[in-house]
């Protein structure tokens, strides 16, 4: 009784063009996906500093937001003075708020190391306080302003024996890179969207190296 024999069939090029088509869909809607969940992390930070939620609250949320961004592939489109920009992560974000409120811890410190300070002009804080809060009850602004914050540095550099104060308020300011926060996201990483998009280079690797194999056959039938 003769065997059957089954021959497989042969791989052409025109399927793997047709599985690449859906799989480069599929790609883009995973990696716009994680972009999404970032953002919305990202989002529940700087709420969470809009509406002044605590220190320890804010540093939880960002751990979620760091420990999600660098270990998925987030792929997102900054802003560098102007020109849009491709980089993997986050892109750069300040807790403006979070830090208002620090600078204005300090300087509430400041006013109460400074208030018995003795200078030719009298309690320089206190001089500037009062100019800066009848500016600030003027113009609407709210005990968080920055623009409070500027107008006591301002007031204060106006006094010649200020120079020993003022260096101690600009010492007590916190830095604001340490409200500026930036988590990169690696090129690659071993997640449903990572294998999804390593299956496909390598799909488009295989379909260049079928490629460069037909056209130098084909150039080599020239010379037959």
């Not at 021959?7 to 088509?21: C, F, H, I, Q």
């Not at 992390?41 to 961004?69: C, G, N, P, Q, W």
Request: with cysteine; net charge negative.
């Amino acid at each position: 009784m003769a065997k059957l024999k089954i021959k497989p069939k042969k791989l052409k090029t025109w399927w793997l063009l047709a599985t690449l088509v859906p799989l480069l869909f599929l790609d883009a809607t995973l990696l716009r996906l994680d972009h999404i969940r970032m953002a919305e992390m990202r989002d529940a930070v700087l709420t969470a500093d809009k509406e002044e939620a605590s220190d320890e609250e804010i540093a939880e949320k960002l751990k979620t937001l760091k420990e999600f961004t660098v270990s998925n592939m987030v792929i997102n489109v900054v802003d560098d003075n102007g020109e849009q920009k491709i980089t993997f992560g986050t892109g750069p974000f300040y807790l403006e708020h979070q830090y208002i409120r620090a600078a204005n811890r300090a300087l509430a410190e400041a006013e109460k190391n400074i208030a018995s300070d003795a200078n030719p002009n009298g309690n320089i804080y206190a001089l500037a306080s009062e100019t800066c809060r009848a500016q600030a009850i003027a113009n609407g602004w709210t005990w968080d302003n920055p623009n409070y914050i500027n107008c006591m540095v301002s007031e204060i550099q106006k006094y010649p024996a200020a120079d020993e104060i003022q260096d101690k308020i600009i010492a007590s300011l916190p830095s604001t890179e340490l409200y500026r926060w930036d988590f990169a996201a690696p090129i690659w990483a071993p997640t449903l969207t990572g294998f999804m998009i390593l299956i496909t280079i390598i799909l488009i690797v295989v379909i260049f190296i079928r490629f460069l194999i037909w056209a130098f056959l084909h150039l080599a039938l020239l010379f037959v």
